[in-house]
């Protein structure tokens, strides 16, 4: 995360303003961004929380220090809403965790359109839109820290368990995390990508676990 210190009560403090540190994290009300959201309150945190149906998933609740902003990340007034909220009730951006995903299990030839344009949008725009107004804050105040989340899948994937469009999309994400790592170096900007294995949230419960029974199928 950015670089800063602790206040006498362990909030993390951002080094420059000696303010709480502020994350945006999206696809926060299940799964890992939820597990995310939980960690950071817990360190001290700001944080903006996004999701379609974030406010009546009831995982996590508005409170002084957590922002919830429901809406498709992939759709630009999302990702509006979600830094203008960041910047207006938290005045800064120092983290965001680019975390919405979909994963749609189908064999390679079965895919419909409907299911390329739901990967895409999410995985994909859902990047696009938000980082660019994240990283535009960033440039403002010199320093940030954008985090893409990936899967294993993009460089392993799991013998019984097609999922094309996760590499396709994903693949798209690893890669254009180099890019602006490059570009914003200079200008104390991070960009990082985590490429978890199969984790056990609800993406893998629906369809019976079909991740979960491959990995184990093939001692992933
Ligand atoms: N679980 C794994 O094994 C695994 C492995 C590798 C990578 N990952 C990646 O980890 C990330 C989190 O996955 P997870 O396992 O925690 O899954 P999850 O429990 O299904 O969570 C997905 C989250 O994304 C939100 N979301 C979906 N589409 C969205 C959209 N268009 N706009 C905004 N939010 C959206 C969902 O909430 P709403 O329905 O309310 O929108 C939910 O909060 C994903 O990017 C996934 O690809 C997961």
Do not use: W
């Not at 817990?42 to 998933?57: C, D, H, L, Q």
């Not at 809406?71 to 203008?84: C, L, S």
């Amino acid at each position: 995360m950015t670089s800063g210190s602790a206040s006498s009560d362990g909030r993390v403090l951002d080094a420059l303003s000696g303010r709480p540190k502020v994350a945006i994290v999206t696809g926060a009300s299940s799964g890992i961004g939820l597990e995310m959201v939980k960690r950071l309150i817990e360190n001290g945190y700001r944080v903006v929380a996004n999701s379609r149906k974030i406010t009546s998933a009831m995982t996590l609740h508005n409170t002084a220090d957590l922002k919830l902003v429901d809406g498709d990340i992939g759709i630009e007034e999302t990702a509006k809403h979600v830094v203008r909220t960041a910047i207006q009730n938290f005045g800064t951006v120092n983290l965001l965790v680019n975390n919405a995903g979909v994963f749609i299990p189908k064999p390679f030839t079965e895919y419909t359109a409907e299911d390329f344009r739901r990967a895409t949008q999410t995985n994909l725009a859902g990047f696009f839109y938000v980082s660019q107004l994240a990283v535009a804050q960033m440039r403002l105040q010199k320093f940030g820290h954008v985090v893409n989340i990936s899967t294993s899948l993009v460089s392993q994937p799991i013998a019984g368990c097609p999922g094309s469009l996760a590499n396709l999309t994903k693949a798209g994400l690893e890669s254009v995390t180099r890019a602006p790592a490059i570009e914003f170096a200079a200008e104390g900007i991070r960009f990082n990508a985590i490429a978890p294995g199969v984790v056990n949230t609800p993406m893998n419960r629906v369809d019976g676990g079909v991740v979960i029974q491959a990995a184990r199928r093939s001692k992933f």
